[in-house]
């Protein structure tokens, strides 16, 4: 009597777990995580945290006060210039070209 093969082992073949590509696509997801995650604990071990001065909520609404003055300065400057007077206002010179 003659032994019948199972249909599946037939098309899927005989071939170890480590031949199948779609088991390592499985598989590297999470090995890259893993690689990933070492990678950061290495660098957060590795680099120093910059310290924080005291007064940094102070410095901060300065920088801001700056940044919005120099985001105003052609308006402040037209409306300074404006309001001059007339006779403040120094007559510009003209010379003539050689």
């Known amino acids: 009597m003659k032994a019948t093969k199972n249909n ?4 899927a073949g005989n071939k170890p777990w480590w ?4 088991l390592w696509m499985v598989i590297a997801g999470p090995a890259l995580v893993v690689v990933a995650s070492f990678v950061t604990f290495w660098v ?3 680099s120093q945290d910059p310290l ?6 102070r410095r901060g609404v300065e920088i801001n006060k700056t940044l ?3 985001a105003l300065m052609p308006a402040v400057t037209g409306r300074n210039h404006a309001t001059t007077p007339d006779e403040a206002v120094p007559v510009p010179r003209r010379e003539a070209r050689p």
């Open 19 to 22: 031949r199948y590509p779609l």
């Open 8 to 11: 599946w082992t037939e098309t």
């Open 68 to 70: 919005a003055d120099k």
């Open 44 to 46: 957060a071990w590795g």
């Open 52 to 57: 924080v001065s005291q007064d940094y909520y």
